[in-house]
């Protein structure tokens, strides 16, 4: 159960409700009366709690879980214990996480401006915005409406943002455009100086950053992540981007709709990227790529050339993942036949 200090439930909800909410088939109509009161792991969850299973890894916890009611794809209903009330999804993961969001929805800003949060004049709040303590709203900057600001972030000079936003604790922005619903996590950078300079050996030249970063709707931007403005165009992250915490992208980066992006990966300049790629934790693009559609990126994957759409990478220097695994095979096969070589010179 979600600790009651931080996180605030909604509900209980008939079983008929969440089924629509969750856009899933309830699998008989007998238990659509049936109240649940949360959601819940399977190893944790009680009769009135709800839980799901996407995984064949955790088919042993689905099979000796006590939750009342699961979601789960219907190739693995077979397998579940007796009692327990099936929803049938073939997005499970999907599926619960809206039937989450109504018990745990998104929190409502508690509307006003904190005595101790500095509002430039000249600066627009929209309706119902909250601004913590430490806060730093400066001249022109544009606040859409029911926005959180918190303690300590600095908004800088004619930022601009748009309805339903979230900046987290500590967030700078600057030189930036930012859309609807749009969350940033404690720590994040946006909008500073891209990394542009020219090299000399009598001392590097800096090249001014004349760019701004555009960050498109339902964004969601980790903790401690930092997007360069442009240096002489626009940084832009397209619209529904997730990307985690402690990512760098570089100045004049494009990313299409829907990109994924895990920890740690850096992104360098003038790189553009297509729509829905994905990039696993600790990747690294070099600059001036063009990434296609639909491409993935393993983990720990050195990106050094161009890649087209749908492509699926490991490595580095990454390669086509197929080609990766034929690589890892031939380098076993050596160090094993080396092994057994040495083995009979002793």
Not at 130 to 143: D, K, Y
Not at 225 to 241: E, F, K, N, Y
Request: hydrophobic letters at 45%; charged letters at 15%.
């Amino acid at each position: 159960m979600a600790d009651p200090r931080f996180f605030q439930r909604q509900g209980p909800f008939r079983l008929a409700e969440l089924a629509a909410i969750g856009q899933i088939e309830l699998s008989g109509s007998a238990a659509a009366d049936l109240l649940i009161e949360d959601v819940a792991a399977l190893e944790t969850a009680g009769p009135g709690q709800l839980s799901f299973l996407d995984n064949q890894a955790y088919i042993g916890a689905f099979s000796a879980s006590r939750a009342g009611v699961c979601i789960v794809a219907p190739r693995y209903a077979s397998q579940a214990p007796e009692g327990m009330v099936l929803l049938h999804s073939d997005q499970p993961y999907r599926a619960f996480a809206l039937v989450a969001q109504a018990f745990y929805p998104r929190p409502r800003p508690l509307a006003g401006v904190s005595a101790a949060a500095t509002v430039d004049e000249t600066a627009m709040l929209g309706l119902d915005c909250q601004v913590a303590a430490g806060a730093v709203i400066a001249a022109g900057a544009e606040i859409g409406a029911r926005c959180v600001i918190g303690a300590n972030a600095t908004i800088g000079p004619a930022v601009v943002l748009g309805d339903d936003c979230i900046v987290g604790a500590g967030v700078s922005l600057s030189h930036c455009q930012i859309g609807d619903r749009v969350t940033l996590h404690p720590g994040g950078r946006i909008g500073q100086d891209g990394f542009g300079f020219a090299i000399d050996p009598n001392g590097h030249v800096k090249v001014p950053q004349i760019g701004r970063v555009l960050i498109g709707d339902d964004c969601d931007i980790g903790a401690n992540t930092a997007i360069d403005r442009g240096s002489m165009r626009d940084t832009v992250i397209g619209p529904g981007c997730w990307i985690d915490n402690l990512v760098q992208i570089g100045h004049n980066v494009e990313l299409g709709r829907g990109c994924v992006i895990a920890a740690m990966t850096g992104i360098s300049g003038s790189t553009k990227v297509g729509n829905f790629v994905a990039m696993g934790g600790q990747v690294g693009l070099a600059g001036h790529l063009n990434i296609g559609d639909g491409v993935q990126l393993a983990a720990q994957s050195g990106v050094m050339a161009d890649v087209p759409p749908g492509s699926t990478l490991c490595g580095s220097p990454a390669v086509p993942i197929k080609e990766f695994f034929r690589q890892v095979a031939t380098l076993r096969r050596l160090a094993k036949s080396k092994g057994n070589n040495d083995g009979e010179g002793r």
